[in-house]
């Protein structure tokens, strides 16, 4: 995905590219094909390790195995949440910098995720209370800035002069105010693009071929997009009703 979706979200116009994507004018298939054939050479070069099979890999626990791999010096890299920033630190002393993942010709990007969603009613009674309360619950997650144990990252815009408490999460801070972000899932496409890349790479794994992936993608989109019309125009209608 990093590979695949960055001239998207680092674009000047990409609020315009992602209406694209929503109405299938752009197609998610001609972007991800980067990263698809990236993976495809991966696999081929064996940089996965050899034997793999679809049910084998999907069986895999995510940071599980990796993780052991990588301490071993069986592999070069790995990628991990943010939690486990401090741990990697310590058990490999200097022997590893952990960074962003180098994709942008210029620096590195981050892969956030959505860990917790909080939504006011706007025909709440109660809407001003309602709205302060989340101000102040979002803001407390701020603190969490300054806990060694917590991954989780207050999603506002901060200070400059913002500094953390904790080490470890001050390199965090200056890479995610870096710029370079890709979400995971946005909220604002009409169609999922996590669990599509991840069940794409299975089918992959599985023999699929990166353009074959690309075109699949394509296919997703647009259905998801007119099962996504098609409730909307539903719940519409419900509502005049």
């Given amino acids: 995905m990093a590979r695949s979706l960055y001239p998207i979200y680092q674009a000047e116009n990409q609020r315009q590219l992602i209406d694209g994507l929503n109405k299938g004018d752009l197609k998610i298939g001609d972007y991800m094909i980067n990263g698809f054939r990236m993976f495809e050479e991966f696999l081929k070069n064996g940089y996965y390790g050899e034997g793999l099979t679809m049910e084998k890999v999907d069986a895999i626990k995510a940071n599980t195995q990796d993780r052991a791999d990588f301490l071993s010096s069986k592999t070069a890299f790995r990628f991990f949440p943010i939690e486990e920033l401090k741990a990697t630190e310590m058990e490999n002393e200097d022997k590893a910098i952990c960074t962003g993942i180098p994709m942008l010709p210029d620096g590195v990007i981050t892969l956030p995720s959505i860990s917790v969603r ?59 105010d870096g710029g370079g972000q890709i979400p995971l899932e946005d909220m604002n496409l009409r169609f999922g693009c996590w669990d599509n890349t991840r069940q794409l790479c299975l089918k992959m794994i599985g023999g699929m071929s990166a353009e074959d992936a690309a075109k699949e993608f394509n296919r997703i989109q647009m259905e998801e997009i007119q099962a996504y019309e098609e409730k909307q125009a539903l719940e519409g209608g419900a509502g005049g009703e």
């Fill in 118 to 176: 909080l939504c006011v009613n706007g025909g709440s009674s109660h809407l001003e209370d309602s709205i302060k309360f989340v101000d102040y619950l979002t803001s407390q997650r701020e603190e969490l800035l300054s806990s060694d144990t917590s991954g989780s990252l207050s999603p506002f815009k901060r200070p400059a002069e913002t500094k953390a408490e904790v080490p470890w999460k001050q390199a965090v801070l200056e890479l995610l």
